[in-house]
């Protein structure tokens, strides 16, 4: 079945550094892909998507590019900021049905 | 308005206690999902409403019963609950192709 990976946390950085939190996926068909937040005390919302290959989805300064030759949708950050600090989920939506599937997160901490 | 609306925030109940979960959307989606988050976990899907029929029910103890009495409201009753069931419990909705769901804050429910 549909599945997603991505790297295990957490993930320390100082204030400014680069980010990237990689993330595959397996999948049949062309799924949507997508990166979720979540907060402390809040529950997940939407950061960025993608649904198509070679399509690139952007926001507050992250970004992650759909690569169907390498099944992944890497999340980076040029410059973190401590507001950044959270769990950032990757998921995938097959083109069926209304499940989505989610990797096991990624905490990250950054630090002033 | 992107809000998705949970109640209570908090609660605690005994395991022989009855009681309920409210989630609530105005923006016309006319797809309504329960998901549980253990700590460190991703949202686990439990029930899927699509124009208020279930459409997915992932195997959840008969101890869970959701309800949608309309296309704005999705409750989930609970009676009987284990320890175990303590949890985050998010509702989300979505609608159309893009499938991008919108997540309510949550409530974290404590069984003792």
């Known amino acids: 079945g549909d599945s997603v990976t991505q790297m295990e946390g957490p993930v320390t950085l100082s204030e400014e550094a680069f980010l990237t939190i990689n993330c595959t996926y397996t999948?049949?068909?062309?799924?949507?892909l997508f990166w979720y937040v979540q907060y402390p005390g809040e529950g997940l919302q939407l950061l960025l998507k993608a649904t198509k290959a070679d399509d690139k989805g952007s926001n507050k300064g992250f970004e992650a590019t759909y690569r169907k030759e390498t099944t992944s949708f890497h999340l980076e950050k040029g410059s973190v900021q401590v507001s950044d600090s959270a769990v950032y989920f990757c998921a995938l939506k097959d083109t069926g049905g209304f499940k989505t599937i989610f990797g096991a997160g990624t905490r990250l901490f950054v630090k002033a | 308005d992107t809000e998705v609306t949970q109640t209570p925030k908090h609660l605690v109940m005994g395991m022989t206690n009855k009681k309920s979960l409210k989630c609530e959307q105005h923006m016309g989606h006319r797809a309504m999902y329960w998901y549980k988050q253990k700590a460190k976990k991703p949202p686990e899907l439990m029930f899927v409403y699509s124009y208020e029929k279930l459409s997915i029910n992932e195997s959840v103890p008969s101890r869970f019963s959701p309800e949608c009495p309309n296309s704005s409201l999705l409750n989930l009753h609970l009676h009987a609950l284990q320890p175990e069931d303590s949890a985050l419990y998010l509702c989300?909705?979505?609608?159309?192709?893009?499938?991008?769901?919108?997540f309510g804050a949550g409530t974290r429910l404590s069984v003792l």
């Open positions: 989300a909705s979505s609608q159309g192709a893009e499938w991008i769901q919108y």
């Open positions: 999948a049949t068909g062309y799924p949507s």
